[in-house]
């Protein structure tokens, strides 16, 4: 389970006392071995799991740091001098419990001398440091989103989907004209980690050439012979209108013109609602799976269309596992104000879920973003809401507005995005050129959870 969004205070100076304490606890995980450095080399007489004197180091200077940063005595924490001496080797598994103590307090510049003591689960000590700080000088609160190293440092919930999902039987995927390396490369991906067996569509010739190119093993994958982007589209969602294929991804195609072949009747794929995108975010520094729509397939959604894209992403919540997903209707302000189209339709949304139209989950809005995902941000603005500050999904106003934010949180913000298709008979696998491997993974990992929760 996923901890909650905590609200820390800082400490000032003259709140604090000599002798007083605060501890921070925390489990060298693998992940956190292999971004820092790694392992010691084999034959040195160490056990396998052993880390580096330097991964050690740098890893329990983090936890220090933090837990000067944030907690004891907080946000506005200046350090003016470091050092820390190891005593012991860590593993990966070692719980590590690091205590602060104050030492001393220098009311001219209201400095603080602060001792530190690392511990392992069997007490033996790890690590001894010192630090010199000047104490903050208001006072402040954070909204704590992340429990650990862990959460910060490592996409960590899109890997636990992709275990998620490579434990159920795989289902065969059409692909679209697998023509290039990353095309190719993500279909044979998700063969090799059991989330989906694909079905190549396209020029054979081309498919075989390129696979030997970028260094790709195809052998006893389906070559379906189409000869171009177009023809390889209807054949895929023909593959999928027989049962062939259970899942549907993209290539070598632009975006619209599979879907072109997704939505044109009666060949296509349609469903009864309108078709819309969600983006699933893993993001660093919040403590939840973050799901926007939609900012791929509606370009400027009308309330009809809201209603589904609303609907069609609750019901999509409920198969990634969320009883009653939070749903916060974005806009650019918290109030509504009828020059500004997209509260209005945010209020009646809200309206909507009141009423039974929408069904599954909380739904509230007008919302602007920092008060739908930050606690303090709701608590500054007086919004009383069960949403406002913990949204697992965001309903944007436009295309634009939901494809500038997904961006955003994944270029500035360290985020990695999937994202399917919903509201279709199965579900549309899209990537991106500029997605990372495990996006990719997850894309198709999601896709994979979702047609078994609709079979």
């Known amino acids: 389970m996923e901890k909650t969004q905590e609200l820390v205070t800082n400490r000032l100076f003259k709140d604090i006392a000599v002798g007083e304490k605060s501890d921070l606890t925390e489990i060298l995980t693998r992940d956190n071995a292999d ?12 056990e396998a799991a052993s880390v580096t004197q330097s991964v050690a180091s740098v890893w329990i200077g983090i936890l220090i740091m933090r837990l000067v940063s944030t907690r004891f005595p907080g946000v506005g924490s200046v350090v003016r001098s470091y050092a820390l001496t190891l005593e012991g080797g860590l593993a990966v598994g070692d719980r590590v419990v690091v205590t602060c103590q104050v030492v001393a307090k220098h009311d001219e510049e209201a ?5 530190f003591v690392c511990v392992r689960q069997d007490g033996g000590e790890v690590a001894r440091g010192t630090m010199q700080i000047v104490a903050p000088e ?23 989907l992709c275990e998620r999902a490579a434990q159920l039987p795989m289902l065969p995927i059409a692909v679209a004209y697998p023509c290039d390396d990353l095309s190719l490369r993500s279909a ?20 075989e050439s390129v696979a030997k190119e970028s260094g790709l093993s195809i052998d006893g994958l389906e070559i379906v012979e189409a000869e171009d982007p177009h023809t390889a589209s209807a054949q895929a969602v023909a593959l999928v209108r027989s049962g062939r294929a259970r899942l549907l991804m993209k290539g070598a195609v632009h975006t619209d013109v599979l879907l072109h072949e997704v939505v044109t009747r009666p060949t296509g794929l349609c469903a009864d609602r309108r078709l819309s995108h969600v983006f699933v975010m893993d993001v660093p520094f919040y403590d939840r799976l ?54 209005l339709d945010a209020a009646a949304l809200s309206k909507m879920a009141e009423r039974g139209q929408i069904t599954g989950g909380i ?3 007008p919302l602007a973003f920092d008060n739908a995902v930050n606690l ?6 007086h919004i009383e809401s069960p949403v406002a500050g913990r949204a697992d999904i965001v309903i944007v106003p436009t295309l634009e507005a939901g494809n500038m934010l997904a961006k955003e949180l994944s270029f500035l913000a360290g985020a990695d995005a999937a994202g399917v298709v919903l509201g279709a008979k199965v579900p ?28």
């Open 111 to 115: 400095l603080l001398d602060l001792s």
């Open 290 to 343: 973050l799901m926007i729509s939609d900012a791929v397939v509606n370009i400027a959604p009308d309330l009809r269309a809201k209603h589904d894209i609303v609907q069609n992403v609750i019901d999509f919540a409920h198969v990634m596992g969320l009883v009653e997903p939070r749903v916060a209707v974005l806009s650019a302000v918290e109030t509504v104000n009828p020059a500004i189209q997209s509260t």
């Open 363 to 365: 739904v509230d809005g």
């Open 376 to 381: 303090n941000a709701a608590k500054i603005k």
């Open 138 to 160: 208001a006072p402040q609160s954070v909204v704590m989103a992340c429990s650990s190293f862990e959460h910060i440092v490592t996409h960590r919930r899109f890997r636990a």
């Open 428 to 455: 549309v696998i899209l990537t991106s050129r500029a997605d990372s491997e495990q996006a990719r993974l997850t894309s198709c990992a999601i896709a994979l959870i979702m047609a078994h929760g609709a079979a």
């Open 188 to 207: 044979c991906d998700s063969a090799q980690r059991n989330l989906g067996q694909p079905i190549l569509v396209g020029p054979k010739a081309l498919i």
């Open 35 to 46: 971004l820092l450095g790694g392992w010691q080399p084999d034959g040195v007489g160490v």
